[in-house]
């Protein structure tokens, strides 16, 4: 009997799992970043998503009120803005001043037309709405330092200075008081306009860190790392970067995505959140790496802000279509065409929250997370041009999280079931995560099932988590369908959505509950 | 007796040169651009060149009219513009829109004063009515890459964006739909403003041509080559460049000049295209290895995108001058003077010829060239201010190769006699290249006589040349002059042209005629 | 008995130090330009310093006439212009035209708000009335060739180009006349706006002094060395730069600063001219290696353009506060705050005196030089705010040498008292340069005794001094002061200033005169 067959018989048989908290340590406290998301310039997420003015919901200012009725249920803190691929050909300037004088442009990253109705003004005005802090990205694949520079002054200056000014006569008085910046966006990725090697990125996002600091020295500056695990550079190009780079950068990103054709069975795309474990590990490595050659004493932080489930193969097909029109002239450019509009299955969502159980499980490093995207493009919320907004299966293990987890951070021990994979051998079928907070005197579980074929009884040692309080259970869900890759729609805008889960606390104090094959739970505790 | 005392004796006692065409293969359809010319803003090419607004002969627009009929006579299919040096430090927006309100300038290349009278809006317009294609080099010295993309969509863009738009705006509602762009010039030569080194060269065009192409695909973008063969690092900048740059590069330029003065002897000047067949291999090798080091199918062609004879020690002469006066702000910056106006001899014409065969002759990897330059700069055309246009000597195999130069490309076998060269030790004295055209039942084979002492009678066995269609001569002309430093002059414009040639086809199939000592001749050919 | 107390013991007991011009060759020509100095946009240096318009005796510029009139006592050559560090981050044409249009910005390297009141226009006129030459430092932090062409254009150029035309428009018909620009400003250093790596840089200037003498052959360029000895990389900085970029460039930056608390001893901080040599013969050493390198024949000379005596640590204490204090957009972006306003004692003049010593002394390679700064920044001339004007200590040897010493220079044999230090072992007491004018017949010896422990008698051989003539002492005098931290103020402004000393040529033609401890003198011999 060879080990994988092995450990898939153990899972099946034994059907019980056991978390324990006893002894947890509070890992980190939970970073309000990390239920962040992006919208890019792309597709619909800016332009019939966050923005139609036509819109019978939309505001005096032409955004959309069901949507931002979405993002505030969704619980999102704080938003990339405004790429991705797009920021690396873009002017800040032009997404600024009177509507009627801003120019159109070509968007090299996504072929579109970009008409630059909406820019950091507008964008700044929508985050005052949404509650939502930005992060903005800067572009440094046409342009560099002293164009980061002069944006820096526009967004963030005191009055007095030209642009700082500029931006009072655009009708912003005050400092937009943006503190995260992104130099540049994947330029490791040669599909980047004006990507770089790692050295001449090492050399361009010192400079302009070191020059940003500057005019701010408690900015939070973010360089990027690589664009996904899969690059020939990933590794080296994060401690080639950050050893040149660390005086000045706070964070590297990380940007990783998952779906299922993309995965080598339907058991390694529920058990992606292994990948991100990895990932994690060799990045928090390289950094390490580049703080001891500095002989530092500060972490430098990770801000995994592309994330999620996209089945890029659909994107990857439309590009190939596009180049294979060869034509001069002859692409349409569009604008705010349909595109990357991937629809969720409940399989999509149960990955979705295993992967912000990772994110919250290594919240000690990764302080900042951006889920991308927000509205229309690989995104919770969707959004009909003139018609209705509705949450697709991926809102609900997000929303749940941004909504609840406070406080401290605690990992549990895993026993039991066992899944196999191809690309990570045996692993725990259940994954799990804690928060709880000493003030409001509440906490949260977060658990998947990411076992494809059996259902798991779970047993929870509370242990140290409640610091020693009585808990009782305030609520609990379960995400779940017996068709995992049912959907939501326009039509249906409530297929899927969690339903009560029974979930209890026994006479020996352990909490227990049952999770059916590709589910998601959250159970709420408190005093 | 030595080998080259036995190879002159030998061109001089047989006298006989036998080429042919059996089992000939053809070797690669004409490309139309091989045709091309160049235009730079240097001297009088433009200003006194193809623009003069005050001359009795200017059109509406300010064109000379005797220019552009020469220029149809010369059968030029492809223009480059505007450099040469020239564009290492040109703003391409200073010649677009009204002309009164176009910057004048300092051209640091060529130390002028640049009106901007001329601009691509105006090139565009002479080129439709030159029926020219255009290809345009972008500046890679003082600028990079965003401003080639603010360029590329403002000559190309399709009307919506704010560059497009102004082109419109400016009086062109049309793409002017230009394919070739050159990344830089000359980027190798430390004369150039903004030069660089092969590492630096090979990111800033790899980066600029992948952005390019992702605004239109179907660009040809040509990367610099090596200025010239005696540049130190010729063939492994090449190597450098394209390996670097290979998956969104089309073509790698080369530029080769030669001249009497320059060459160990006038029989090495007369064998100059034997250099120009080295120079081919090595840059196609250089070529072949990028390919090979990219696992790549496509091969990259090369580009001979300035060629010709110039006597550069004239210039060099003139520059020398200029820098000895070494006084702050005492230098004139002329406007459009008299510079590089080279005067041709008879003999310059035949190796123009032959420089013209050898192209031809490797059409299946130059798929383009531009002799270098079109009127009054080292150029085919004069024209003098306010007066006359003429033909120069080098006119005659230029015009006649571009207007009946049609279908496949044949290289005949050469036996017969050889020449002794310093440089390039025995070499046929006989040239020599064909076409035949299946749909016009035409051809035309083109020779020199590089021999400086003995003339030679030519038997041409045109085996396979018009699959074996039965042929008749139509007509053949003679390039010859007993003085070989004849040339004309406004005032005897017609002192050296082609002549009747007497060319017959025997019984025996076989095509004879007598070229004399430094001579080129044109036999076409027909059903 | 140890060697220091042994040298120190000496110096005690001989107090007799022996200065012989015997067989002294004329080491060079006397560079006017060594007695230039330094304005920098910072602090008071300029508003408030040279140009405070409310002032009661501002001109009808705005300029402050007490501040002129001193700078013309100063003897002030060359000014170098805008900075520093300043530069870095400076759009040239922030400073011209009309002063209402002119746009308020941020200084990132001095955390100022810069108002561009003044600028190269209103520069250029001071400079006019001050008398004095401009050497300009382009911006290579934020900006680099193609800005540094148009800065080039419109100071120099001749009327009829846009950026020329541009500054007749602004008032100023002729061209300025700027020969000596610095391209950008200690590049080396990790605190500069845009710092580069020596590979970097030496790419940058290579190609930027190029262009910059494609526009004006008889420009002299600067190079930046390295910001200090004691970098990291000083030597192999050096070396890299000037050997790349050797063709186009005729002077490389040095930088020193010293002052007593950031010295070994207090006699240590006296002999600092000792590391003033020692920096001089690296980067000649540097210098002359590129020469070897490049096969050159034109020896690089060296422009000290920034020297002096500054208490670095009050600027750095200042510096930690700025950065404990990070918090965002609290830092109050000052209008011309007093910053770095040294106050300079007897010692620092001493040692300043020393300094000019030691730069005259190798004049034959330190062809230009700027004492560090000009008005109320580290600097000899202190002036009120709507109140009055002073000299400071060190004005009083500057403004000696600049006013006298013409000619060729002549460097002494010195024998006699030692002093002991802890970083240059045992040195001189006494140092000294002379200088004589064959034209005016005249000379000056400069003498500083540098001992902090005793007085010296001195006895000067002047030799071949004045070419043999008979010489008498015109005047002498001495700066000296037994409270050694002994300062002028607005209250005192005369406290130290030079008294008259007594020395005569006595029978044996020898000079003879006594030195205190911690001394400077200066003696004009005539005919």
Redesign the interface.
């Known amino acids: 009997m060879t080990d994988e067959a092995n450990g898939m018989a153990a899972a099946e048989q034994e059907g019980q799992a056991a978390l324990s908290f006893a002894g947890a340590q509070a890992k980190a406290q939970v970073p309000r970043r990390i239920f962040g998301s992006f919208v890019e310039h792309l597709g619909r997420c800016v332009y019939g998503g966050i923005y139609e003015p036509g819109h019978p919901k939309a505001d005096e200012d032409g955004f959309r009120s069901d949507v931002l009725d979405l993002v505030k249920q969704l619980g999102v803190t704080c938003v990339r803005y405004p790429g991705g691929n797009f920021v690396s050909?873009y002017k800040w300037e032009d997404g600024t001043g009177p509507r009627e004088l801003r120019?159109?442009?070509?968007d090299?990253?996504w072929?579109a037309?970009e008409t630059n109705q909406m820019g950091i003004d507008d964008f700044y005005r929508w985050s005052r709405k949404a509650g939502t802090e930005i992060m903005l990205a800067v572009n440094m694949?046409?342009?560099g330092?002293?164009e980061a520079?002069d944006e820096l002054?526009y967004v963030?200056?005191?009055p007095?200075?030209?642009l700082a000014?500029r931006r009072v006569k655009n009708g912003i008085p005050e400092?937009m008081?943006v503190?995260m910046w992104c130099i540049g966006n994947e330029m490791d990725g040669?599909w980047q306009?004006?990507?770089?090697?790692a050295e001449?990125y090492a050399?361009a996002v010192e400079?302009t860190a070191?020059?940003m600091k500057?005019?701010?020295?408690?900015?939070e500056l973010v360089a990027c790392g690589s664009s996904s695990a899969h690059m020939p550079t990933f590794g080296s190009w994060e401690r080639t970067v950050l050893t040149k780079a660390y005086?000045n950068i706070d964070f590297v990103s990380c940007h990783a995505y998952y779906y299922e054709r993309g995965s080598a069975s339907l058991q390694d795309f529920l058990a992606a959140s292994e990948d991100m474990e990895t990932f994690i590990n060799t990045v928090v490595a390289a950094a390490d790496d580049a703080r001891a050659a500095n002989q530092g004493s500060k972490d430098i932080a990770l801000s995994f802000d592309e994330w999620g489930v996209w089945n890029q193969d659909v994107w990857n097909g439309e590009e190939d279509d596009w180049?294979r029109s060869?034509?001069?002239?002859t692409?349409p450019?569009p604008q705010a065409p349909h595109q990357l509009e991937d629809i969720y299955t409940v399989a999509d969502a149960v990955v979705e929250g295993s992967l912000m159980i990772t994110l919250l499980s290594h919240a000690d490093r990764v302080r900042s997370a951006s889920r991308a995207q927000l509205v229309n493009v690989i995104a919770p919320i969707m959004a009909e041009p003139n018609g209705p907004a509705w949450k697709q299966t991926i809102f609900y293990p997000f929303a749940e999280a941004a909504q609840h987890v406070r406080g401290s951070i605690f990992v549990p021990q895993v026993a039991g079931p066992k899944v196999a994979t191809k690309d990570y051998g045996n692993v725990d079928a259940l994954k799990a995560v804690a928060s709880w907070d000493g003030e409001s005197a509440s906490g949260v579980l977060l658990a998947v099932n990411r076992d494809v074929r059996a259902a798991h009884t779970v047993s929870v040692d509370l242990g140290s988590l409640a610091a020693g309080a009585t808990v009782r259970v305030k609520s609990a869900q379960l995400l779940h369908d017996d068709d995992i890759h049912a959907t939501n729609s326009a039509v249906q805008p409530d297929r899927v959505k969690p339903q009560a889960l029974e979930a209890a606390i026994g006479a020996d104090g352990k909490l227990t509950f049952q999770m059916p094959a590709v589910s998601w739970a959250a159970i709420e505790l408190g005093e």
Chains 1, 2, 3 share one sequence.
């Open positions: 050909g120019p159109v442009r070509r090299l990253a072929h037309t694949g046409t342009r330092m002293a520079l002054e963030n200056g005191a007095g200075t030209a000014d400092s008081g503190s040669p306009v004006g990507h770089m090697n001449e050399a400079r070191h020059a500057l005019a701010e020295p408690g900015l005086a180049k060869k034509g001069l002239h692409e450019w």
